[in-house]
């Protein structure tokens, strides 16, 4: 079974700009999670998605947004990007959602400039 | 105090070492607890994956769970330079989300 993809791997963009980041979840998971990953702060959740619903979200600023296709596929976009969004964002997917067993993708490392 | 605390490290072992990796909590709601290791520009990869207290085996890798005492484990045995990576601890409840321990650097030397 194919694992989670994201995409692009790798995106450098400049402050004020915004930016969509696509996940793809392993085939029969129906809930997407976004992480935001930095030295500083570690592994933060963004939110979770769950057919096509946002179930969680985190303690982010409404730049941050999410949306979920009926194929379980998900993207997040970031709006006026700032200095400190320079992060590796990751998604995780998982057949139900909550904390139960959730496998991860490699990851978008967005550098803003 | 974070929810989840664990010891950044680094940890450096010699390789065939038993490995010990803790993590502390303070809601006492937390019932799912996970173990994962991340390899360097790589996405976390799950380890172990336990409910309640207790614990858990496969293979080299022993996961407890102490709810009484709000601890959670990660044995490693017969360490090998291949388990040179950050371990993450998470946890959770069941109508909220995961929270993520800060990980602690393992280095294991040959």
């Known amino acids: 079974k194919a694992g989670v993809t994201q995409t692009p791997r790798y995106l450098i963009k400049t402050r004020g700009q915004q930016v969509t980041l696509s996940c793809s979840p392993i085939?029969?998971?129906?809930?997407v999670s976004w992480y935001q990953q930095t030295p500083g702060q570690g592994l933060q959740f963004l939110f979770e998605?769950?057919?096509?619903?946002?179930?969680n979200k985190g303690n982010f600023p409404g730049r941050f947004s999410g949306r979920q296709f009926s194929n379980s596929r998900s993207e997040m976009n970031v709006s006026t990007l700032e200095l400190g969004d320079s992060a590796l964002y990751l998604c995780?997917?998982?057949?139900?959602?909550?904390?139960?067993?959730?496998?991860f993708g490699p990851g978008t490392r967005l550098t803003v400039t | 105090q974070k929810e989840v605390e664990q010891d950044p490290g680094p940890l450096s072992v010699p390789e065939g070492a038993i490995v010990s990796l803790n993590c502390t909590y303070s809601?006492?709601?937390?019932?799912?607890f996970m173990w994962y290791r991340q390899y360097s520009r790589k996405g976390p990869e799950l380890l172990m994956y336990?409910?309640?207290?207790g614990n858990k085996e496969d293979g080299r890798f022993t996961a407890q769970v102490d709810k009484s005492s709000k601890y959670i484990s990660l044995f490693i045995r017969d360490s090998q330079p291949s388990d040179s990576a950050t371990y993450l601890c998470?946890?959770?409840?069941?109508?909220?989300?995961?929270?993520f321990g800060p990980g602690t650097s393992l280095s294991v030397i040959p």
């Open positions: 995780a997917s998982s057949v139900a959602g909550g904390p139960y067993e959730q496998y």
């Open positions: 085939s029969g998971h129906r809930s």
């Open positions: 998605y769950f057919s096509e619903t946002q179930r």
């Open positions: 809601n006492s709601a937390f019932q799912y």
């Open positions: 336990t409910y309640s207290s």
């Open positions: 998470a946890m959770g409840t069941s109508y909220d989300k995961v929270i």
